[in-house]
């Protein structure tokens, strides 16, 4: 399994980020995908993700800012951040089901991550 992210950055409060993550054919899929976010000492939250049938789902504290996305012809997950606020702050993380059971996605294949730091 790979998946690897890229994207981050610092920005300030309002500010844009476009985070992208490329998997591998075998790690990729149609189905199910997701944005992870983690602070160090919290636990991981999810962001946003594409259930089985390919809608967008959102957190509620990201819901008319954020927008993700696919390319299944490159592998590709994207996430587009807009009027960034110092709370989203976090490392954020690509992730892939290991997975698909009654069209729930198993969340188990994870990315390194890439740091996204907003600033007031």
């Known amino acids: 399994a790979q998946l690897k992210e890229s994207g981050g950055g610092s920005v300030q409060a309002g500010g844009s980020l476009r985070l992208s993550c490329q998997a591998s054919?075998?790690?990729?899929?149609?189905?199910?995908m997701g944005w992870f976010r983690q602070v160090a000492g919290k636990e991981r939250e999810r962001v946003a993700t594409i259930d089985y049938d390919g809608n967008p789902i959102y957190a509620e504290a990201v819901k008319g800012r954020f927008t993700i996305s696919q390319d299944h012809g490159k592998h590709a997950l994207f996430l587009e951040m807009s009027n960034l606020k110092p709370d989203d702050t976090a490392m954020y993380f690509c992730?892939?089901?290991?997975?698909?059971?009654?069209?729930?996605?198993?969340?188990?294949?994870w990315g390194q991550g890439t740091q996204v730091t907003v600033s007031s």
């Open positions: 054919a075998s790690t990729y899929s149609v189905h199910c």
């Open positions: 992730a892939a089901p290991v997975a698909v059971i009654d069209r729930q996605c198993d969340f188990g294949y």
